[in-house]
């Protein structure tokens, strides 16, 4: 049989294999609450420009709420033959009210449909994960208020560097994840212009009212170009690019999570809540959750290649590669919604063992730095000189086995005759971290104040 939809021009209908290929009602059909909210505002806007009669726009619009609570209670059958949601939705409507639904697609293709239903549902996911990522700033946040003065190492090349607060290395991924939020914030901005009108690519005849559909939908205004309206799938693109960042950012945290749960680290405790046994070693716990979201950004990352590798070089305008934009989407939005609440669950549940952070800190002549800049501060002495001297001491401790602060007044003398016992008041992981009050540095009373403005900024 010939479809419905446009059997005019064809005498058989399509193969096995075009039936195979062909229909993305298998995913779109998730866009149904999209499609129904756009089909309203193109009906009312039809029958306000007098382009449809009153009566058929209440038809119309009578049919879609049916349509719309069928979907809701799972009696609605999708069918494949019918391709995909628009289809779907307007054969219903046929069998619901008769002729009047065959006037709903004046003025409008499926090509605008698509572009404005996807729209819809890419600003919608993208507020919401704007939401769960301000979730998971908010409890990095208190935990950074909590473990202001939590000292822990800080690493350059995973190798001790200088010690640093907990508090501090929380508030660095609330920066972070206050950019990625940005990032959709500002994706959200530029896509916020309603295709619906754009019809086939070229416009249409019939004297509708853009602005109307526009403002209906929330949007900020129409889109100026039809051409372009049809063929732009820059909002997906750049969805997934802001959600790839945020990945790679959740990755890191991810990473840091799993390395310090290792009995290696042992910084920080997960719960039995986050965390999996094994069923050969009974002593295991094991980091599931961050590992996985270390894992997914994998096809978070994917979905965005997927999409600009079926974008590029596709001449204008709508080309049914741009139906592959959809699942791809879908599942990497999907993703990164779950990373955001798990690692949100877990910054919540993880306890950071102070004692086992402090003691590391102190490994590794941490607090170098410190004493270089003491003996900048104190003898006026040239840093590169400074780092020079310091260098040495570091090499005598070493070989001694011993930390810094337990070499002699006498050793640190042997060095530059000029040390005083003043030198010693530096050497703590304390006194360094209290230190680095400069503006962005780890210095605790920094932390709380850091954290107290985020905490302000999102509560
Ligand atoms: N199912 C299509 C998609 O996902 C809708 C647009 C189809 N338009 C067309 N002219 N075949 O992109």
Not at 47 to 73: H, N
Not at 217 to 224: H, I, S, Y
Not at 373 to 389: C, E, K, N, T, Y
Request: glycine share 6%.
């Amino acid at each position: 049989m010939s479809n419905k939809m446009w059997g005019g021009r064809f005498a058989t209908g399509p193969s096995e294999i075009m039936e195979e290929i062909n229909p993305s009602i298998a995913f779109d059909k998730r866009l149904y609450a999209q499609d129904i909210a756009g089909s309203r505002a193109h009906c009312q806007m039809l029958a306000a420009t007098g382009i449809i009669s009153d009566e058929d726009a209440k038809q119309i619009l009578q049919g879609l709420d049916t349509i719309l609570s069928e979907i809701e209670a799972e009696t609605f059958t999708f069918s494949t033959a019918l391709e995909d949601i628009h289809m779907n939705v307007e054969a219903r409507l046929t069998e619901l009210i008769g002729p009047a639904a065959g006037r709903l697609h004046t003025g409008r293709s499926r090509n605008d449909q698509v572009a404005t239903d996807f729209k819809l549902y890419v600003r919608d996911t993208v507020d919401m994960l704007i939401g769960q990522i301000e979730t998971l700033q908010l409890a990095l946040a208190r935990k950074a208020r909590d473990h202001a003065d939590t000292i822990m190492p800080g690493f350059t090349h995973l190798q001790n560097a200088q010690p640093v607060t907990f508090g501090h290395h929380c508030l660095a991924y609330v920066e972070m994840f206050a950019r990625d939020a940005g990032r959709f914030a500002d994706a959200r901005k530029r896509l916020n212009e309603c295709p619906l009108g754009a019809a086939a690519l070229a416009g249409t005849s019939f004297p509708i009212d853009r602005e109307m559909t526009a403002k209906a939908l929330q949007f900020d205004r129409p889109t100026a170009n039809s051409m372009d309206t049809v063929a732009d799938r820059d909002f997906a693109l750049e969805a997934l690019a802001a959600a790839t960042i945020t990945g790679v950012h959740l990755s890191r945290l991810a990473e840091e999570i799993v390395l310090w749960c290792s009995a290696q680290f042992r910084f920080v405790a997960l719960s039995d809540a986050l965390t999996t046994g094994s069923s050969i070693m009974p002593q295991k716990r094991n980091p599931d959750a961050a590992e996985l979201v270390r894992g997914k950004v994998g096809r978070i990352h994917g979905a965005l290649t997927s999409l600009v590798t079926m974008l590029k070089g596709l001449g204008l305008t709508f080309s049914k590669d741009m139906q592959e934009d959809k699942e791809p989407t879908f599942d990497a939005l999907d993703t990164l919604s779950v990373c955001l609440a798990a690692m949100a669950a877990m910054v919540d549940d993880m306890t950071p063992n102070k004692d086992t952070m402090r003691a590391s800190a102190k490994i590794g002549f941490s607090t170098a730095t410190d004493l270089a800049d003491w003996l900048v501060r104190s003898l006026g002495m040239p840093f590169r000189d400074a780092h020079h001297v310091t260098g040495a001491l570091v090499a005598e401790a070493e070989k001694a086995g011993i930390d810094l602060a337990d070499l002699t007044l006498e050793q640190m003398q042997a060095a530059d005759g000029r040390i005083t016992e003043e030198v010693f008041d530096v050497l703590t992981v304390e006194k360094s971290v209290a230190s680095r009050r400069s503006l962005g540095g780890t210095a605790p009373e920094n932390v709380r104040r850091e954290a107290e403005r985020w905490l302000k900024q999102l509560t």
